[in-house]
């Protein structure tokens, strides 16, 4: 069972920074790996993705503010998240599958991920 969990969540103003990583207890070079969130009221959607051989892909709401990345030698994730804004506010996910994965259309959903870590909160203030 792959095991994962996040940590770096807070609380910070806008315009600040925060570093998410996600432990994993597998060899994450073998899966396509992502960061999602979900804040109240409203659905989980897919934040970035990286695959096996370090393409990345993000959400147009995040696109040139956050960046994913990962350490093979330590089997973590990572998400430097940059320009924060009080819509960022949510629960942050990690997420790995197949690398067919990455190249899902369900992907950004997040319906086509098989393990999930328990979250960290990041919270916006204005």
């Known amino acids: 069972q792959v095991q994962l969990v996040e940590s770096g969540g807070g609380s910070v103003q806008a315009g600040g920074s925060l570093r998410l990583s996600c432990a994993a207890s597998?060899?994450?070079?073998?899966?396509?790996m992502g960061w999602f969130r979900q804040s109240p009221g409203k659905e989980r959607e897919g934040v970035a993705r990286i695959d096996r051989a370090g393409s990345t892909r993000y959400a147009d709401s995040v696109k040139g503010r956050f960046t994913i990345s990962k350490d093979n030698a330590k089997n973590t994730l990572y998400l430097q998240m940059d320009s924060l804004e009080p819509g960022d506010t949510a629960m942050y996910y990690c997420?790995?599958?197949?690398?067919?994965?990455?190249?899902?259309?369900?992907?950004?959903?997040?319906?086509?991920?098989?393990?999930w870590g328990k979250g960290t909160l990041v919270t916006i203030s204005s």
């Open positions: 597998t060899d994450i070079r073998r899966y396509c």
């Open positions: 997420a790995a599958a197949g690398d067919y994965a990455c190249y899902s259309g369900s992907f950004w959903s997040g319906n086509g991920m098989a393990h």
